[in-house]
Nanobody, 126 residues
Framework: QVQLVESGGGSAQAGGSLRLSCAAPGFTYDLNCMGWFRQAPGKEREKIAAVFIGDGRIYYADSVKGRFTISRDNTKNTVYLQMNSLKPEDSAMYYC???????????????????WGRGTQVTVSS
């Protein structure tokens, strides 16, 4: 079972920063899109950032635009999420996901992210 591995979660004060990493160790299939999702207790899962591996095209949810940055290192099969200016409402479990379906529409709701990590908790205190 292919699995992505997140790291870098933890606690931060409001206004602080955290950096999440998502590795795909031993991944033998080409990933087309990689994304970051989050889910807070009692809320629906939210797609917050995605990157099209082919040309680096990036997408952000309005809730994180201007504060979060997704980046990738194709040589390491790793995607990062730099989170700055954190807010208490950013507290959630963060998940990395990947899809190999050939499409540039990484942001489309129907894009099939089929590979998932187990998640890493981010807690922001005021």
């Amino acid at each position: 079972q292919v699995q992505l591995v997140e790291s870098g979660g933890g606690s931060a004060q409001a206004g602080g920063s955290l950096r999440l990493s998502c590795a795909a160790p031993g991944f033998t299939y080409d990933l087309n899109c990689m994304g970051w999702f989050r889910q807070a207790p009692g809320k629906e899962r939210e797609k917050i950032a995605a990157v099209f591996i082919g040309d680096g095209r990036i997408y952000y949810a309005d809730s994180v635009k201007g504060r979060f940055t997704i980046s990738r290192d194709n040589t390491k099969n790793t995607v990062y999420l730099q989170m700055n200016s954190l807010k208490p409402e950013d507290s959630a479990m963060y998940y990395c996901a990947g899809g190999s379906h050939i499409s540039r529409q990484c942001w489309a709701p129907e894009y099939p992210y089929v590979y998932w990590g187990r998640g890493t908790q981010v807690t922001v205190s005021s």
